[in-house]
């Protein structure tokens, strides 16, 4: 099996695997890194997604042969930066949690959503987000908590 190098959260980790091992069990079972979670295995979810080179990217179906170079940013790395440090403080602010389970995915992909648009409109918060399920029915505290982030980025 090959060995690849990965940029995950800054630090450059190798791992052995099978070329088409999915990212999302590199980081869980080689990484140990448990904060991205599986949900579907099908990309319909959103609680498995990362940051790929600055996009928010669904992980559970990303084989990791076709990482390459591309820096890695997981739910363990996202508050190292300030727009994932203002969702974060606002998620927890507005008490977005309940299960929590797809809450990581949820972090994801609102800072990506933040970062490509400073003060989202609602429908482009349900478009970015749409693809992200929360079982528990957060959808309105999700969105008030990407509000107030931009707030405190404004």
Do not use: F
Not at 19 to 39: F, H, N, S, V
Not at 81 to 104: K, M
């Amino acid at each position: 099996m090959p060995t690849y190098k990965l940029t995950v959260n800054g630090k450059t980790r190798e791992v052995t695997a099978d070329p088409g091992t999915p990212l999302l069990w590199i980081l869980r079972e080689d990484l140990k890194m448990t904060g991205t979670k599986y949900g579907c295995g099908i990309s319909a979810c959103g609680a498995c997604t990362v940051h790929l080179a600055g996009i928010a990217t669904r992980s559970c179906v990303l084989p990791v042969s076709l990482i390459g170079d591309r820096p890695i940013v997981t739910i363990e790395g996202i508050g190292e930066d300030r727009i994932g440090r203002a969702v974060q403080n606002a998620w927890v602010a507005e008490d977005v949690v309940q299960c929590g389970y797809c809450q990581s995915g949820q972090i994801m992909s609102a800072v990506a959503l933040l970062k490509s648009r400073r003060k989202p409109t609602d429908a482009e918060i349900e478009e970015s987000m749409g693809g992200n399920i929360c079982r528990c029915g957060t959808y309105v505290r999700i969105r008030k908590a990407i509000k107030s982030a931009a707030g405190q980025l404004a």
